[in-house]
């Protein structure tokens, strides 16, 4: 079997091209475009790479750009400050910070002064609360954006036996609620998992946020399975994830690659948050009485 | 083989003891003890009977015994109202609301209300993603609990792997969330999964809460497996729970019984809880100005 590969940048493309729709219409109602506030702490190359490549992608959707850069020195105030600033702004639809925060910084307590409703990232532990819970809330964007891949490719969830490898805050937990929520069943393995090889052959998907370079070989996969590769690594010949593709696409029935295949989604799915967080406080403010404790989002 | 029955009464019994001497030392360092505030709306006769348990346990462990019995056809607002007082209340330290409430009432909404740091069953959605971001907060009673039986027998999680038969807010997800921490493999199958058998044989460690009377038999499990059984269902021939009993004990290497099992341990866990709750805001009152935004507990 040769795996269909899954074109990430494909379905990205039309992701993004149904937000700026949606965006456009959202400035057409309420005479005023969604907002994106990105903040950046210090000057990481990478980190640099990925804000520049998230506010060109929001302007390109018609999503009107609200950028922060702070000193890597900077004081938990000073950053509090921002994010208090940006948050009491109504131009601001969505807030994110940067990822990681210089050592000095506690970046899940600094999430944790995002407002609920602008928290475009889904990582606040009210946003993860909500997801835990089954709850109306904004969802991690890269979990977000691998349920949008496999619903492209037509990928059956509800009964398939979905295997998660990586259990990160940002990834793979909010992976596996967002799997639960689709009626799949849920394997989350991780550095821990004894005979990773074993667990990974039982999927029918595969979900692989393990953070370490062509960890899944083609002995890892049952024949046919759907295989989402989350990892992004340098190495010597290039971009490559967590699944070393070439051998593995001999054996799965789907495949995404690196680059081209969840990173564009991420993004994808960063935009449609930041849409929907401004269409949600718009709905809320025209219907304040109707507010529940659940009135957060 | 036959399986080694994990005794739940007396496990709770221990540490329900251990308990009360937290308390105690509280009491002696505070001059007031741990309280605990359950709230009924309505007259199901069997939350009656749970919420009566739960108070004379409470009352046994030297917990004071804030009790609030509300009619059936109570507002919103009326519970709301209770809610604030108790939260208010400096000697509550925490609050129970008996679920489930009456149909004409948002259980969930209504949760929500009890401050996060008096949130004794860890059902409100700031402890929900608390647990799931791995940050310090109050657990779930019933996950907790089986993790402490599970922990009474020796049984090791650590790389284990772990099935649960069940997702619901209560008991499954935290579960799996609780067993993720203890860097256990974790599986979350439920009524969607295809071949329960085949899954539920994987496992090392398995935890039934599905609500189904003897949905696990001796074929769904594998020769020498932990199995704890959270179900408990009202039959002809007495209290039985999620799992067949006499068959699955000749297959087991642990199994808990129905009662007698997990059920004393969810009210230690409350209690446990209690306490914890009363220790953490007591230390939070001494150190306020060492608080940061994960302050809430």
Chains 1, 2 share one sequence.
Do not use: W
Not at 10 to 34: D, L, N, Q
Not at 35 to 46: C, E, I, K, M, S
Not at 54 to 64: S, V
Not at 207 to 228: D, E, F, N, Q, Y
């Amino acid at each position: 079997m040769t795996a269909a590969i899954i074109d990430g940048a494909a379905v990205a493309r039309a992701s993004r091209a149904r937000t700026a729709g949606r965006a456009a219409a959202f400035r057409a109602r309420h005479g005023v475009a969604p907002g994106l506030a990105t903040v950046l702490v210090g000057d990481d190359p990478a980190s640099e790479v990925y804000v520049r490549n998230k506010r060109r992608a929001a302007t390109e959707a018609g999503i009107a750009d609200f950028h922060r850069h702070l000193d890597a020195r900077s004081a938990p105030d000073d950053l509090a400050g921002v994010i208090a600033d940006l948050g009491a702004d109504h131009r601001v639809s969505g807030i994110l910070l940067q990822l990681p925060v210089p050592q000095h910084l506690d970046g899940p307590a600094l999430v944790d002064l995002i407002p609920p409703d602008k928290d475009v990232d889904g990582l606040t532990t009210l946003s993860q609360g909500l997801l835990a819970r089954g709850l109306p809330g904004l969802r991690p964007c890269t979990p977000s954006g691998v349920i949008e891949l496999l619903d492209s490719a037509d990928v059956g969830l509800a009964g398939a036996h979905v295997v998660v490898v990586g259990r990160s805050e940002l990834v793979g937990k909010p992976m596996a609620q967002l799997l639960l929520g689709r009626d799949a069943t849920v394997t989350i393995a991780h550095s821990r998992t004894r005979n990773l090889e074993a667990v990974t052959r039982e999927a029918d998907i595969l979900v692989v946020a393990a953070g370490r370079p062509a960890l899944i070989t083609a002995r890892h996969v049952k024949p046919g399975a759907a295989v989402i590769d989350v990892g992004i690594h340098r190495t010597s010949h290039g971009l490559a994830g967590d699944v070393a593709f070439d051998e593995v696409s001999a054996v799965a029935g789907y495949l995404t690659p690196v680059p081209g295949g969840v990173g564009p989604m991420t993004i994808a799915a960063l935009l449609s948050n930041t849409v929907s967080a401004a269409e949600i406080r718009a709905a809320a403010t025209e219907s304040t009485d109707r507010r529940s404790p659940h009135h957060v989002l």
